[in-house]
């Protein structure tokens, strides 16, 4: 539990990673603008991928989120 903006490092590092692993997606494209859907659907596609392989200090040594 966290008081009115105090910040939780470990929060903040997941939604760092998420901008940064999308930026290298989107770098990847040949659009110099993206529609909105697009930057939906890379986000989508990346937390897809990331919740697909379990997490080394994870519940669960095999079963993914």
């Given at each position: 539990?966290?008081n009115r903006?105090e910040h939780v490092?470990?929060?903040?590092?997941?939604?760092?990673?998420?901008?940064?692993?999308?930026?290298a997606?989107?770098n990847?494209?040949?659009?110099?603008?993206?529609?909105?859907r697009?930057i939906v659907e890379?986000?989508?596609?990346?937390m897809l991928?990331?919740?697909?392989?379990?997490?080394?200090?994870?519940?669960?040594?095999?079963?993914?989120?």
């Amino acid at each position: 539990m966290t008081n009115r903006n105090e910040h939780v490092p470990a929060i903040e590092r997941f939604i760092w990673t998420i901008k940064v692993r999308v930026q290298a997606i989107a770098n990847q494209l040949p659009f110099r603008t993206y529609p909105h859907r697009l930057i939906v659907e890379m986000v989508y596609n990346f937390m897809l991928w990331i919740n697909c392989f379990p997490h080394k200090d994870g519940i669960h040594d095999i079963m993914s989120p």
